[in-house]
T-cell receptor, first 112, second 114 residues
Framework: AQRVTQPEKLLSVFKGAPVELKCNYS??????LFWYVQYSRQRLQLLLR??SRESIKGFTADLNKGETSFHLKKPFAQEEDSAMYYC??????????????FGTGTRLTVIP | DTEVTQTPKHLVMGMTNKKSLKCEQH?????MYWYKQKAKKPPELMFV???????INESVPSRFSPECPNSSLLNLHLHALQPEDSALYLC?????????????FGQGTRLTVV
C-alpha cells in the first residue's frame, strides 16, 4: 500500500535561512511525487512535481528512489513562504485511475 | 476558466437532513475527486470519478453518495450524517484519470453536522 510520511508537523526558520521539508514515501510501483501548498485562506494548490524538475518560487525537490525521499528545499526562506506544505503521491490504482494520497503536512513558519 | 468551484462554502445540517454539495469545473478534466479534511489533518480521498464513472470508493459510509451527472459536475449527497462527519469537503479535478497530472482543488465546503 502507498504511504507518505512527513516527519515534521511544525517547522520554524528565520528569514533568509535555508529550509528543508522532509518527505518519505512507500509505493510498490513507480509513483509520481508532488508538493502541494496551502497558504492562509487560500485553496490547496500545486507547488511542484518531480517529473518537471523545475524550481518554483525558489523551491526545488529531488526524487531519491534509493532513499524513497522527495524532500523540498529552498536556500533562502521568505516570510511569504509561511504555509502548510503537503507531500503527495500519485499512483495508479487497480482500476487504472489515478489516486492522489497526501502526507500529514508540515506547517512552515518563517520568522522575520 | 481554470478554477474548481464548490457550493455552498458553508453548510450546517441536522442529523436527519438531506443535503448536497456541488462541484463544477470547466477545464475539460475527466477525473474528479472528493476529499474529506478534518482539522489539522491532510485531505483523505473519498471518491474518484474517471470519465464520469465511479472508479474508487475508499470505504466511505453509504450516508455519503456521490454523483457525476456530466463531465463538468460532481455532487456529494448527504443523508443521516453524524457529528463526526463535520469537516472540510474538498473537490478536485485533473486532466487525465490515467496519467499523473496536477490536481486542481476547490475552496471546499465546510460542513457542520449538529
Amino acid at each position: 500500500a502507498q504511504r507518505v510520511t512527513q516527519p515534521e508537523k511544525l517547522l520554524s526558520v528565520f528569514k533568509g535561512a535555508p529550509v528543508e521539508l522532509k518527505c518519505n514515501y512507500s509505493y510498490s510501483g513507480s509513483p509520481e511525487l508532488f508538493w502541494y501548498v496551502q497558504y492562509s485562506r487560500q485553496r490547496l494548490q500545486l507547488l511542484l512535481r518531480h517529473i518537471s524538475r523545475e524550481s518554483i518560487k525558489g523551491f526545488t525537490a529531488d526524487l531519491n528512489k534509493g532513499e524513497t525521499s522527495f524532500h523540498l528545499k529552498k536556500p533562502f526562506a521568505q516570510e511569504e513562504d509561511s504555509a502548510m506544505y503537503y507531500c503527495a503521491l500519485s499512483g495508479l490504482g487497480e482500476t487504472g485511475a489515478n489516486n492522489l494520497f497526501f502526507g500529514t503536512g508540515t506547517r512552515l513558519t518563517v520568522i522575520p | 476558466d481554470t478554477e474548481v468551484t464548490q457550493t455552498p462554502k458553508h453548510l450546517v445540517m441536522g442529523m436527519t437532513n438531506k443535503k448536497s454539495l456541488k462541484c463544477e469545473q470547466h477545464m475539460g478534466h475527466r477525473a474528479m475527486y472528493w476529499y474529506k479534511q478534518k482539522a489539522k489533518k491532510p485531505p483523505e480521498l473519498m471518491f474518484v470519478y474517471s470519465y464520469e464513472k465511479l472508479s474508487i470508493n475508499e470505504s466511505v459510509p453509504s450516508r455519503f453518495s456521490p454523483e457525476c451527472p456530466n463531465s463538468s459536475l460532481l455532487n456529494l449527497h448527504l443523508h443521516a450524517l453524524q457529528p463526526e462527519d463535520s469537516a472540510l469537503y474538498l473537490c478536485a479535478s485533473s486532466q487525465d484519470p490515467r496519467a499523473h497530472t496536477e490536481a486542481f482543488f476547490g475552496q471546499g465546503t465546510r460542513l457542520t453536522v449538529v
